[in-house]
């Protein structure tokens, strides 16, 4: 599959569907992609999957329910209307509070200097 010729949303709703079982077993994370020329190449969850109650290790409880994965990916999904540039990472972050699922996204631009000095040369000797 050429990635180019795939909408962004399509891309992020791949990884979703990759991710899904992850999910399943976390109550908090960050979901991250990192894109360039508007395709997704690394992406994944971030997680601390153990918490310390007084001293002792405890296990997450149960995870993102189906139905909890699907409302994620479409505000995912939705968020993809915000963006404004063509290589960076966005951030999708997650928490279960009161088996509420809550969400925000971080987007974060990434430019090369080097890119911009050629495109600048470029201009000048046209």
Known sequence: MILENVPLAR?????????????????????????RNNVIGKFGVRAF?????????QLMGPGLSELHVQSFRQTAVESLKLKRWTHGEILFEFAMRKNTLCTSVAFESN????????????????
């Open 11 to 35: 891309q992020l709703d791949f990884v979703f569907r990759e991710i899904k079982d992850e999910l399943a077993q976390l109550t908090s994370g960050t979901v991250f992609v990192q894109i």
């Open 49 to 57: 999957p153990v918490e310390s109650r007084g001293g002792e290790i």
């Open 111 to 126: 430019y090369n200097m080097a890119s911009i000095v050629a495109d600048t040369d470029k201009k000048r000797k046209i």
